[in-house]
């Protein structure tokens, strides 16, 4: 079992930036691939960004991409999700997740609430 718990969102102007943090318990996350996702209302979930624990190889959606940055402390457990230049469209509960490589997205945390005001 893995856990996790997101923090970091908020209220936040449109062109500002916000940190996103997700720590993780539970197992060792070397073999795991981790994700940042999120979800509007009226719209389905949708994936912002990922990284793989071992070895660091990351992947954007093209909303995002020069935006936003995912990164990981091994130390910590931790994984960020650095959103700058945020637009009104950015607004959504961002959730984080994690998965075994090859396999689905299996664990979520509760979930943050990201509102960007114009």
């Known amino acids: 079992q893995v856990q996790l718990v997101e923090s970091g969102g908020g209220l936040v102007q449109a062109g500002g930036s916000l940190r996103l943090s997700c720590a993780a318990s539970?197992?060792?996350?070397?073999?795991?691939?981790m994700g940042w996702f999120r979800q509007a209302p009226g719209k389905e979930r949708a994936i912002v960004a990922r990284v793989i624990w071992s070895g660091g190889d990351t992947y954007y959606a093209d909303s995002v991409k020069g935006r936003f940055t995912i990164s990981r402390d091994n130390a910590k457990n931790t994984i960020y999700l650095q959103m700058n230049s945020l637009k009104p469209e950015d607004t959504a509960v961002y959730l984080c997740a994690a998965r075994s490589v090859g396999m689905g997205w299996n664990y979520w945390g509760q979930g943050t609430q990201v509102t960007v005001s114009s």
């Open positions: 539970g197992r060792t996350l070397s073999s795991y691939v």
